[in-house]
């Protein structure tokens, strides 16, 4: 059933973001839509590839709403990559098996100014937007995302993911004045992307910074702190009530820097942080997602009983999205999964 005429519906996710506090808090998981599910593989297998898959509308918004109809998720997020961002700016994106992404050509060999961009390659994601917000029940959240201008940076440099994203760091020393023009290309492409996302209809908006961890506090300011800040002011321009999370993995000691530089209206934590420090340095109120071990879920039993209590214990007095630390694996078990739900909404 719909809401009253003139109300809005309820939505627990959204009103924790914009720092409600719910009891028992909204519950999603990143990757929620992957592998540990049998009907995503089922699709994946008839698709063939994985890129193929996120853009084709069809696929992806079922992708999207699968993890919605088993377990009743408070939020789901779309189903795409973070690297359709480079895609859209003119390299060219495919996924090898077992070897993960490759973008060519790596900037580490040519120059931002020799791609051609491509924004079309990004219409079929906004019509999985819309194919979703027209399906989702009325309570749920419908988040969307792009990955962090310095995260992205270190792909579209490498050209392929990297342990110690070295290529890119070594270019941000090198060539700062080259490197900056990278990231403010990826700022502007990014905004334009979430601003897509919103207006197809999404109702928040999360910045991977998967590599946030790799960067020395000086260089963490730069590439992280200030570029992130510079798309939150951006989309806040244009969408003032639409929150923005900001996932700095790895960021550990700087989340309070981040927090405060950055303007985001919620911080993801990964399962590294304590949650008893960072409810104690992370500013008042700020709502916090996150921080179960994904390998805790894994684990099941005593050892997910446990580590759950902790997270909720340490986050009673905030604003608080339960989440995972990183994704799901997809070796979890759906029997894991429903137990997560049965304690986080104990």
């Keep these: 059933m719909g809401s009253p005429v003139g109300q809005s519906p309820d939505r627990p996710l959204l009103a924790v973001l914009r720092g409600e506090r719910r009891d028992p808090p909204p519950v ?13 593989r089922e699709l994946r297998a008839s698709k063939g590839g994985f890129l193929e898959l996120c853009y084709d509308p069809e696929s992806a918004a079922e992708v999207t709403l699968q993890p919605i109809r088993r377990f009743g998720f408070d939020g789901a997020i779309l189903f795409s990559d973070i690297l359709v961002i480079p895609h859209a700016l003119g390299q060219e994106l495919s996924f090898t098996a077992g070897e993960g992404p490759r973008l060519a050509p790596p900037l580490k060999n040519a120059a931002l100014e020799g791609l051609q961009p491509a924004p079309e390659r990004l219409d079929p994601i906004y019509a999985t937007v819309h194919r979703v917000a027209a399906a989702l029940p009325p309570e749920t959240t419908f988040l969307g995302f792009a990955g962090a201008p310095w995260t992205v940076a270190t792909y579209m440099v490498a050209g392929e993911g990297s342990k110690d994203h070295a290529d890119a760091r070594t270019m941000a020393y090198r060539d700062p004045e080259a490197f900056a023009r990278l990231i403010e290309r990826i700022v502007e492409a990014t905004v334009d992307y979430l601003d897509g996302q919103i207006n197809a209809g999404v109702h928040a908006v999360q910045l991977f910074e998967s590599w946030a961890g790799s960067l020395a506090p000086d260089q963490f300011e730069r590439w992280v702190i200030g570029p992130t800040r510079a798309i939150v002011r951006a989309i806040k321009a244009r969408h003032p009530d639409v929150p923005v999370i900001g996932f700095p993995k790895g960021a550990g000691g700087k989340l309070r ?31 916090v997602q996150g921080n179960l071990d994904p390998l805790a879920l894994l684990a099941g039993g005593e050892a997910l009983d446990n580590a759950v209590s902790r997270i909720r214990q340490a986050f009673a007095g905030r604003p608080h999205v339960f989440n995972l630390g990183h994704g799901i694996l997809p070796q979890v078990p759906i029997a894991h999964v429903e137990r997560l739900l049965e304690l986080v909404r104990a």
């Design 28 to 40: 999603w998981l990143m990757r929620q839509a992957g592998r540990y599910l049998p009907e995503y």
């Design 257 to 287: 820097d981040y927090a405060d530089g950055t303007m985001i209206d919620a911080i993801g934590i990964d399962e590294t942080v304590d949650p008893l420090w960072a409810d104690a340095v992370l500013p008042p109120m700020l709502p």
